[in-house]
């Protein structure tokens, strides 16, 4: 079941990259929010899945919540109402529209969908829940009461080609990962990169990754993994993503944190320690520093990305 997982992740995520570095990138990213959301489990936090911002209109708007919708989805196994309290304090004050989009857990119940030449994906039985007056309201059947907000693009999903070596690769780095999370990222890749993907026209999405509690207080964490900058000792953060990640803070007043898994190298990728610092505390350091030219990532080569550095003594190691 952990392999077929992981081949339908790999090819849910061909069809809205524009890379084979994007497609590894995404990996390493979900690696390290994995490791982070066990370590958390560890010291007994209580935790819920992030969520997604997105525009429904095409690329013109300049930032993730000009009249986004933000929508998470959960596994039938998970208690809807605990996710009352934190969107109350969250997506109503982020977003126009609000979802919690419930997804039949069990296999057996999900269906074969040709989703491009050469790719089929399993797709569950979704409940698409609005949150509305304080409280979860089913508008209809199926997904479609979200899907419905945004405008079609016309064009069918052309998977990228990603090479053997790189999709074993991959798959590796999530080989520790439990079903039921493998399962959980599989279906919200399907939500946001299938049915949310080239199919519908958008705006810049942001994603939050995790949701944690401690005590009575709801935490938000943005998780990288990263070896330090050479420029200078450090770790950076793209500008319009820091500053998005701000204004949910400011409007949320949910405390936002930056996790780093930090690691030795970009090859042997060789864990050292886990770093925190606040996204107050971040942009505080980085205030009178210069913009330097960030990595590509999850984007083309030909294109822009402002980052600033954040020195590595402003960074406490979280064990």
Sequence with gaps: ??????????????????????FKTRFIGFKAEFYLKYLLQGKGYPLLQGGFLIPPVGSTLKTALDHSIYFTVISSLENRQVYEELYKGLAQKISVKTYLIVYENDEAKWTKEKAAEGVTLSCPEFRCYEFRNGGFKQPGEGI??????????????????????????????????????????????????????????RGLPLDIDLVFRKGNQYYLAEVKEKDPARSEKGFGMDLHRINDIKKIQDLTGLPYYLFIREIDNQIDRNFVAWKVISIDNFLRAVQNK??????????????????????????????
């Design 1 to 22: 079941m952990k392999q077929e997982l992981l081949t339908l992740l790999c090819d849910v995520l061909r069809l809205n990259i524009v890379s084979e570095n994007a």
């Design 144 to 201: 479609e009461p979200l899907l419905k907000n945004f405008k079609s693009t016309g064009r069918p999903p052309v998977p990228e080609e990603v090479s053997k070596g790189l999709v074993d690769f991959s798959v590796r780095q999530l080989g520790f990962a439990d079903i039921q999370d493998l399962k959980d990222l599989y279906v919200q890749r399907l939500v946001f990169d299938f049915f949310l993907g080239v199919r519908k026209q």
């Design 290 to 319: 210069k913009e330097v030219e960030g990595g590509y990532g999850m984007r083309s080569r030909s294109s822009h990305n402002a980052t600033k550095i954040c020195g590595y003594g402003h960074f406490r190691t979280y064990e």
